[in-house]
T-cell receptor
Framework: DQQVKQNSPSLSVQEGRISILNCDYT??????FLWYKKYPAEGPTFLIS?????DKNEDGRFTVFLNKSAKHLSLHIVPSQPGDSAVYFC????????????????FGQGTILTVHP | EAQVTQNPRYLITVTGKKLTVTCSQN?????MSWYRQDPGLGLRQIYY???????DKGDVPEGYKVSRKEKRNFPLILESPSPNQTSLYFC????????????FGPGTRLTVT
């Protein structure tokens, strides 16, 4: 059962335009969400996160929006640059979980973003 | 430089031949974890460790073993690899209790024939 889903395997945008990557989750216990970016032949690197007590978090060109009622989050990149071309993973966690779920991140399948010059 | 290192980066092996993928971090992190990445499935946790000598299963532990004898090292052991363990493997580490920004190694691409 995929608790975190990224239903778009790929997204293609023009340089300078907005990129919107989406993520849905089913586990209502998730209360912390992260986006990771992955270039080929490298490990994922942390990009931005949001706690469930917020509905928006911004860091430069990157903004994450959280809609708890819809169990949906999105990552906006404005303006998009060719260097943003990568695989983006959404991840979720339950900060209050104990036992085998302690510290665990549940990842989505990833979305390949291609930004054309 | 703060980093997580993995070795080897690429490995082709045959069914049944025991192998170990090493992972080391220099950030004094307590929490370490192994993931595998497969097409259409994202990253799935194999095993994790909350500290030295404390390890537990993740979502897909079958066919894998781990050990945590030192804080910095967290090797992944495949006692008898099978073709369904062909995958891209990532080691990650973070501070605990509430730092969920995990730092990932560069990955190990394993092919089992």
């Amino acid at each position: 059962d995929q608790q975190v889903k990224q239903n778009s395997p790929s997204l293609s945008v023009q340089e300078g335009r907005i990129s919107i990557l989406n993520c849905d989750y089913t586990n209502s216990m998730f209360d912390y969400f992260l986006w990771y970016k992955k270039y080929p032949a490298e490990g994922p690197t942390f990009l931005i996160s949001i706690s469930s007590i917020k509905d928006k978090n911004e860091d430069g060109r990157f903004t994450v929006f959280l809609n708890k009622s819809a169990k949906h989050l999105s990552l906006h990149i404005v303006p998009s640059q060719p260097g943003d071309s990568a695989v983006y993973f959404c991840a979720a966690s339950d900060l209050n979980a104990g036992g085998t779920s302690y510290g665990k991140l549940t990842f989505g399948q990833g979305t390949i973003l291609t930004v054309h010059p | 430089e703060a980093q997580v290192t993995q070795n080897p980066r690429y490995l082709i092996t045959v069914t049944g031949k025991k192998l170990t993928v090493t992972c080391s971090q220099n950030m004094n992190h307590e929490y370490m974890s192994w993931y595998r990445q497969d097409p259409g499935l994202g990253l799935r946790q194999i095993y994790y460790s909350m500290n030295v000598e404390v390890t537990d299963k993740g979502d897909v532990p079958e066919g894998y073993k781990v050990s945590r004898k030192e804080k910095r090292n967290f090797p992944l052991i495949l006692e008898s690899p099978s073709p369904n363990q062909t995958s891209l493997y990532f080691c990650a580490s973070s501070l605990i209790p509430r730092d969920y920004e995990q730092y990932f190694g560069p990955g190990t691409r394993l092919t089992v024939t």
